[in-house]
């Protein structure tokens, strides 16, 4: 093979975390040389398996700094951002990292001549009360005046093997006495399977999605957040009760928890916030078809799915009768 046909290079930023590391099996599978930007590239050897020898490399970018963006979409064709934070840590703010790093990733892309698909999230809103949904929003806004033709995917709670939803309430009723219903566990979520989320991305990178648009990615079904606790407690073999807790008592235990130094927070006041409101596909997404049955996706049930890495979570194992609570 000459350098005239190598495959398209798709450089992929946070290519070893969740959702990237699926983009970067999606994207092998289908021939693409991939090049994952990541702050730690030495910890992102475990990629090199979903492609054949020399089909995926590495170089280290940060989104804090410009020179690194732009070093690592050199050459590519296309560019995935797939960089989000769900809390704050030092300099890592939701400021610097998703609305300043967006915007450079995108202007960044535009300088390569590179197209560019962006992962943002439901309830992304410039005006929203939280930090993490008003930056996904500025993001938004400054992806598309850069870059017009930008695909913007915004999923619902994403979910899969090493999800940080699921495993963490599954984790948590292996210890707790009881799980927590914030709000009273009333708000609905739309739980998008993250293979899914990763062929959109793909399908988007092979020009099989229309640009210049926002996406809303939602699973096949609507549960509230009690029905999502149900699941784990189903899916683990346990009977710990739901609590109910204020929107009020889980901000300020929130508050506690971000101050204690080394930990991750089982919850921010930012999330509480963003929990106030449901997240789920609006009535235009599905109306004008920008959803993941638009573009050809049949979406995936969380039921199918979370007892093969639930399963981790049952008193006995894969030995538990899955049926019977402990």
């Given at each position: ?12 930023f ?19 040389r ?13 990629l ?89 929003g ?31 309430f ?80 889980a ?23 963003l ?18 049955k ?33």
């Open positions: 093979m000459t350098l005239a046909n190598l495959p398209p290079l798709v450089t992929v946070g290519g070893s975390g969740f959702v990237g590391r699926h983009v970067v099996r999606a994207l092998a599978k289908r021939g693409y991939i090049r994952v930007a990541v702050r730690r590239p030495d910890l992102a050897g475990f090199q398996p979903l492609g054949n020898v020399g089909q995926i490399s590495f170089v280290q970018a940060n989104l804090r700094y410009r020179q690194s963006i732009d070093r690592a979409v050199e050459g590519a064709s296309y560019v995935v951002n797939c960089v989000g934070i769900l809390f704050e840590n030092g300099r890592n703010s939701f400021e610097a990292v998703q609305e300043f790093g967006g915007r450079a990733v995108a202007e960044a892309a535009r300088g390569a001549g590179a197209k560019l698909v962006h992962i943002s999230a439901i309830g992304a809103n410039a005006t929203s009360d939280s930090n993490y949904g008003r930056t996904k500025r993001a938004e806004a400054a992806i598309h005046s850069v870059a017009p033709d930008a695909i913007i995917y915004r999923p619902s709670i994403v979910f899969g093997p090493e999800d940080g939803f699921f495993n963490k599954a984790g948590m009723a292996r210890s707790a006495p009881f799980l927590p219903l914030v709000g009273g566990g009333k708000t609905r979520l739309q739980p998008v399977y993250v293979m899914d989320v990763a062929e959109a991305v793909a399908k988007a990178v092979e020009g099989k999605v229309a640009g210049g648009k926002i996406y809303e990615l939602g699973g096949p079904e609507v549960l509230t957040f009690r029905q999502c606790l149900e699941a784990v407690l189903k899916s683990t073999a346990r009977s710990n009760p739901l609590i109910s807790l204020p929107f009020g008592v901000s300020m235990i929130g508050s506690v928890a971000s101050m204690i130094p080394l930990i991750t927070p089982p919850i921010t006041p930012d999330q509480v916030k929990l106030k409101k449901d997240n789920v596909v609006s009535k235009e997404a599905e109306a004008e078809g920008r959803t993941l638009g573009i050809g996706i049949a979406p995936t049930m969380v039921s199918s799915v979370i007892d093969s890495y639930l399963v981790q979570f049952r008193p006995q194992g894969q030995y538990t009768n899955s049926g019977k609570a402990a």
